[in-house]
């Protein structure tokens, strides 16, 4: 068991440790599961003699590696369920980019679960500068647990996509840590559409200094769905930058979502850039959105540090707007609701997993194609 | 030709101390190829007429009637106005992030003509209808209304309604925050929309300026919540001369 010092913070984690028993399990009064449905993650608090793995097709960068030969394999769970799952897998899906390596084409991690409740970590590296786009897809067929850890070398570049989408019935428990290399750049993007219960939990630190992280969000829930995004971003070296941006759009009686956005600028990262943005789009009376910024100043030697947070109706002026120049009230939610998210998917890295995530949000908002082949610009001319 | 009715409409708002009555009795007829200024002072509750025209729901109908061609305005939602051919140039256009220009533009087009134009003769004509307005074909990227000056909103404005072409056009203080080449570019537009779709037009406005580059069939006098008195093009003139003083005492004289 390893207790993280150095200085002691409220934000970041108190326990790291690869052994469950080292984790106190929770109950749900504990700050960082405290708007958690405990009833549906109980399952994952022990150990699961039956569950699955995760696994994904092995490619040109995509193999399937013994645990102990991943390459972030200093990062240690900070969670039971976290620690129970990287405990119960003896194979790691792993992304390996060599050094130098520029690889234009998304990398697609196709995971499967070969049960109906499936533990699996996954491991990113991308070498010294290098330069990768990766997309992980989840597989919302089956109830998963486990984490992402992705290493980048000095002055790598890494745009990154984990997408959940699929039915409303499942539950996701993730942990994704990124650790950026001096001068190394990292985008990561989160879109969460899928699940019945979801927990993602992105944290970032760096490992040299002028290392710059993006983590942006895009979540829709509906029919009682439960989103939680909880992000730990740490700055412990100097003149590094963080931008985090999540959006999300909920509807419907019971749907919840939650945003916490934890930044700690500690005492050595001086010249610090961050900044922390949560925007919320209440389509309606019955969902539920919570939104927590905190961020923790060691140091006031920061170059800029700031948050901001906001949970809003549905403008009703835009709504006139748009059908006072015709537009049916149906389409004119949907542009709507769409144009809220463009800015956060528009830094999606390719653009045909672009193009797939904003029909899937269309879908979502029960646009049908004609419309969204209309608001593309697309129609049976387009080729011509 | 179109013509559009206004018959003793009274429309309220809702305020927290009860429902505020704005338009006190309003009867006014707008046909085709004809062009009607309401010029007021400010709070008489001429944009409120617009507004109500338009179907905005913070209004309340509570007496009279709009019909246009016939057809009972007030019984149709604020998207079925605008395809029955109605359209508002608004003063204080919204910001709809995420939302392109070029999109925008389509999807109002598809939804007001019925069908969606042919990709090819489209973007010809809405390069057409930007360049009378003197619009880089860049805004077209931008995202409706955000981060716009107010010319630009205006000339967004008059953009739309060139590509409509409603039958009745209501220009909602169109000139306001406008400077005098801004206004001169507007007008031009408008006018060619006017001469090109032969649309009736009300033009609601503060000030006599704007009919110096559209002329006017009649001026209405707006006060209180109703047209205290119409004449030719004359009265704007009298309206320069003399402000809106002696209507505002007349109208006070009245109730």
Known sequence: MTVLTAPPSDLAPRVASARPEDFPRPHGREEEWRFTPMDAVAPFLDRDPAAGALSAEPGTYVSMVPIADRAGASWLPTDLPSAIAFSGTTTAVQVAVPAEQVVEDPIVVDLRGSA????????????????????????????????????????????????????????????????????????????????????????????????????????????????????????????????????GALAGEGTHTVWVGDVLVRRAAIGTDTYEMNRNLLLDDGARADSVPNLELETGDVASAGHASAT???????????QARGIPERIARQLVVRGFFVDVLARIPSEQWRTRVLHRIAQRLGMDDSIEAELSGTDEEAGS | ??????????????????????????????????????????????????????????????????????????????????????????????????????????????AVRGEAPKLRTWIKEMKDAMSVLQMDPAFAERNVNEGFSGGEKKRHEILQLSLLKPKIAILDETDSGLDVDALRVVSEGFNAFRDETGAGTLLITHYTRILRYIAPDFVHVFVDGRIVESGGPELAAVLESEGYERFVGASATQA
Not at chain 1, 206 to 219: D, M, R, V, W
Not at chain 1, 312 to 322: H, I, T, V
Not at chain 2, 50 to 76: E, F, N, R, W
């Open chain 1, 312 to 322: 809003g109706r549905f403008d009703d002026e835009q709504l006139f707007y748009l």
């Open chain 1, 116 to 247: 109906g409740r499936s533990y699996g970590h996954v491991d990113v590296h991308v070498g010294a500068h290098a330069r990768a786009v990766v997309v992980l897809v989840h597989d919302l067929t089956v109830d998963a647990s486990g984490s992402i850890v992705t290493t980048l070398g000095d002055g790598a570049e890494l745009t990154m996509l984990s997408i959940m989408d699929g039915p409303a019935e499942r539950t996701h428990l993730w942990n994704w840590h990124t650790e950026i290399g001096r001068d190394a750049r990292f985008v990561g993007s989160v879109v969460t559409i899928g699940g019945r219960v979801v927990r993602m939990l992105p944290s970032v630190g760096f490992a040299g200094p002028g290392g710059s992280a993006e983590l942006l969000g895009a979540f829709l829930g509906d029919h009682g769905q439960y989103l939680e995004h909880r992000i730990f971003v740490d700055h412990d070296q100097p003149h590094c930058s963080s931008n985090v941006v999540f959006k």
């Open chain 2, 1 to 110: 030709m179109s013509i559009l009715v206004i018959d003793d409409l009274h429309a309220s708002v809702t305020t927290d101390t009860g429902p505020r009555e704005i338009l006190r009795g309003v009867t006014l007829s707008v046909d085709s190829g004809s062009t009607h200024a309401v010029m007021g002072p400010n709070g008489s509750g001429k944009s409120t007429l617009a507004y109500v025209i338009a179907g905005h729901p913070k209004y309340v109908v509570t007496q009279g009637s709009i019909t246009l061609d016939g057809q009972d305005v007030l019984s149709m939602s604020v998207d079925e106005r605008a395809r029955a051919g109605l359209f508002l140039a608004m003063q204080y256009p919204v910001e709809v992030p995420g939302v392109s220009v070029a999109n925008f533009l389509r999807t109002s087009a598809t």
